[in-house]
């Protein structure tokens, strides 16, 4: 490949999001030829997520990333980049503004000072926001030397894969997933205790504390969300992407099982959890099974929500149902499926017999990122599964 200044070089690019609050979230992602054309691979710990529509126009260049409404727009100069990362599926679309340098693969300090804590474990947190309300989570953390990966667990959902260093007693990791940019830093207060702040997109903030606790649990996933009082079944009709009215009630149910997956397009979890159930569907689909994916959408416009989620259906080879049920507001999405007691996260996952009667609510998922729990989750989902498909 030959590179003029105004092209995205091969090799690593060390990315840098500058935050409202003075703060840094960076990330690596590398540049590669794959079939005459240059690709983007975000990079946190293992994970890889590959994005390949790269627009050139002139010394501008327009990156889409992945399956989400989301860019980095900026303008390359040889070995460095300038741009925003721009968010447009928000209420108000924002951006962030960033810098990149080429050759370089250093999330953080590239010397950074020998770590003298160990942050190794399990750690029980409480999250704070600014308006003082708290929320539960789990955070697990894996050290060596100066490097450090993790996630933190909530009962809604997982912060994903998460990388970074241990400088001295100060831990800091961070994650760009295309949608989200986090930054996450703590240090010792002693030997048992921690006290973090947590930085998100444009100008999110909150603190977190965390205690060394190897038994912390959150409530189990499958208690949360619930049929009310006097219901045993679910009813919806709604719109695919075709704009073809598809309700459950439809004989291509009938008899068998149904998985019922609420997502979006916009959420990183949803899209861990469509990866592992697509290819399921492809290979399970001739036991009686069906899945109807149900879209909440950014936009209350049809044709635009349709869109998010066909890229989506695209990108991640999707080949069970998905209809546009509605907006990602949860008193919302709520009000579609009155049946449920809430709808408290994407995903949301409902487990229905051949007989039509729902037999289990999974609430948020634990993806790959949570490494143990997501092995955990998969072993649970088969068992279940091969239990209702035996009936």
């Given at each position: 490949m030959t590179s003029t200044d105004n092209t995205i070089k091969?090799?690593?690019?060390?990315?840098?999001?500058q935050h409202?609050?003075?703060?840094e979230i960076p990330f690596v992602m590398e540049a590669e030829e794959k079939n005459g054309k240059t690709v983007l691979y975000l990079i946190n710990g293992e994970e890889r997520i590959l994005v390949d529509e790269i627009e050139q126009a002139g010394d501008s260049v327009k990156i889409g990333l992945h399956i989400f409404d989301a860019d980095l727009i900026a303008k390359v100069e040889g070995e460095k980049m300038t741009g925003r990362f721009v968010k447009n599926d928000t209420a108000t679309p924002y951006s962030v503004p960033f810098t990149a340098e080429h050759g370089k693969s250093n999330r953080f300090e590239e010397n950074p000072a020998p770590a003298d804590f160990n942050f190794d474990g399990k750690w029980e947190v409480l999250f704070t926001d600014r308006d003082g309300k708290s929320y539960k989570a789990i955070g697990e953390f894996k050290q060596k030397d100066n490097y450090a990966t993790g996630t933190f667990m909530t009962?809604?959902?997982?912060?994903r894969f998460l990388e970074g260093q241990v400088a001295g007693n100060e831990l800091k990791l961070s994650t760009f997933d295309g949608n989200h940019a986090y930054l996450f830093t703590a240090t010792p207060e002693n030997d048992s205790t921690l006290q973090g702040n947590f930085y998100s997109g444009m100008n999110y903030s909150e603190t977190w504390t965390a205690k060394r606790n190897?038994?912390?649990q959150l409530a189990s996933a499958d208690t949360l969300t619930y049929l009310k009082p006097g219901y045993e079944t679910l009813s919806f009709t709604f719109p695919n992407l075709q704009g073809e009215q598809v309700s459950l009630a439809?004989?291509?149910y009938k008899g068998k099982v149904v998985l019922v997956q609420l997502l979006g397009s916009w959420c990183p979890n949803c899209m861990d959890e469509t990866n592992f159930l697509a290819p399921y569907y492809d290979k399970n689909k001739d036991r009686g099974l069906e899945i109807i994916g149900l879209g909440f959408e950014r936009s209350p416009e049809f044709d635009k929500a349709a869109a998010r989620l066909k890229k989506m259906q695209e990108r991640l080879n999707v080949n069970y149902d998905l209809l546009v049920a509605g907006t990602s507001d949860k008193e919302a999405a709520a009000k579609a499926l009155p049946a449920l007691n809430h709808v408290l996260s994407y995903p949301t996952t409902i487990f229905i017999g051949r007989d039509g009667k729902v037999r289990k609510i999974h609430t948020g998922f634990s993806g790959p990122g949570t490494g143990k729990h997501y092995e955990e989750w998969v072993a649970d989902f088969n068992k279940t599964m091969d239990?209702?498909?035996a009936e």
């Open positions: 091969p090799g690593s690019w060390r990315v840098a999001l409202a609050d003075g703060k009962e809604t959902g997982d912060y190897p038994d912390v439809d004989d291509k239990v209702l498909l």
